[in-house]
Each structure stands twice: as structure tokens, then as C-alpha cells.
């Protein structure tokens, strides 16, 4: 697992950078950083995956029931977005400028349904309950 | 009609654990408890695989309930 590892850390430190280029705090991007690292980190003892050590960089696989959760909360997700944007342009009256600060909060809420969706949908608690 | 399973009594009678069990058929553990627990109907490669791995038929594994339709 050692490639894997080794990669997730590497893209986590690469997106922190590239929030620190585009104007975040440094603080702000060392904890996005922390946060990608330790999601890397419990991704492959979450249950949630096939772990494939063989496989170096992409250990990580979906099955069929993970795939089919991955769906629903995609779609769950596109809805809420769709949503939220139908609501405002009917607030503001139409098709206008759309701030920039409105697009990131959509996105954030959007990734926000995504995995509220996914972990209601696996019907799972945040630890993996102790092997049966 | 809904899928009803033995898969946990299967599973255990044999030794497996869950983790066991979904590493032999190359799925999650996350799977195999959802399957367990009637809340994902497993699909029939799927089924297949869980059966060779417990070298079970796997008409003893799965089945359709029949009261459902009768009721």
C-alpha cells in the first residue's frame, strides 16, 4: 500500500499548494491538506472499498453495491444543486451575473449532500462496526 | 417478490468471516453485512461468486419469498 499511500499524499499536498497559489491563508490550506490526508488515510480500512495492494496507486475499488450508492448520491447531489440554483435565479429575477462566492457555496453544498446521502444511504455509523 | 437470504447462517456454519467472505468474492465487507441484511439484492455474478466461495448451492443461499404474492 505503500504507492497508494504515497500518491494520495502527494495529491493532497498539490491541492493544498494550489489553494495557497489562488489566494487561501496558508493555515486554510494546511488543513485542507491534513483533512485529504487522513480521508486517504481511512478510505481503505472504511469498509467501503476492495483494497488491492497489488494494484499500487489505484488499490482502492468499488464494488457493485458502492457503485450503486456512488449513484444515488450523485443524483441526489445534481438534484440539491440544480435546486439551489433554480431557487436563486427565480430570487434575483433571472438569468444575471452569478457571484463567484454563490458557485463556491453551491459546490460545497452540493459535495455536502453527496456524502450525507452516501453515509444515509449505508445505513452505516462513521466506525465500521467489529467483525461478525 | 422480495430476496430473502440464509447468507449469514451459511457464512458462519462454514468459518468465514465477513471480511472473509467479501475478500474471497473480491467485494467490500460493507456488501456482504448490506446482502446479510436483505437492504442490497446482490446481482446474479455476484450471488454465483458467494456460492462457489462457500461451496454451497445457491439455491440454499438465496430465494424468492412466495408469501408476498400470495398475500
Known amino acids: 500500500m505503500k504507492a497508494y499511500y504515497t500518491s494520495r499524499i502527494i495529491i493532497s499536498l498539490a491541492f493544498a499548494v494550489l489553494q495557497w497559489a489562488t489566494g487561501a491563508i496558508w493555515w486554510e490550506a494546511a488543513l485542507i491538506a491534513a483533512v485529504l490526508i487522513a480521508l486517504f488515510m481511512w478510505a481503505p480500512r472504511s469498509g467501503r472499498y476492495a483494497v488491492y495492494p497489488e494494484l499500487g496507486v489505484s488499490a482502492l475499488r468499488r464494488d457493485e453495491f458502492t457503485q450503486a450508492i456512488n449513484d444515488k448520491a450523485a443524483r441526489n447531489a445534481f438534484m440539491a444543486m440544480a435546486l439551489a440554483v433554480s431557487g436563486y435565479l427565480i430570487i434575483v429575477g433571472g438569468v444575471t451575473a452569478v457571484p463567484i462566492q454563490f458557485v463556491k457555496w453551491l459546490l460545497f453544498g452540493g459535495i455536502g449532500v453527496y456524502y450525507l446521502s452516501d453515509f444515509w444511504l449505508r445505513g452505516q455509523r462513521l466506525i465500521a462496526k467489529p467483525q461478525e | ?71
Open chain 2, 1 to 71: 417478490m422480495k430476496l430473502q437470504n440464509r447468507l449469514k447462517q451459511q457464512r458462519q456454519n462454514r468459518g468465514f468471516t465477513q471480511a472473509e467472505l467479501a475478500t474471497a468474492v473480491h467485494v467490500t465487507r460493507q456488501t456482504i453485512i448490506a446482502v446479510e441484511k436483505g437492504r442490497f439484492n446482490p446481482s446474479v455474478k455476484l450471488a454465483l461468486e458467494i456460492a462457489q466461495a462457500l461451496n454451497t448451492p445457491i439455491t440454499e443461499l438465496f430465494w424468492l419469498d412466495q408469501q408476498e404474492n400470495q398475500s
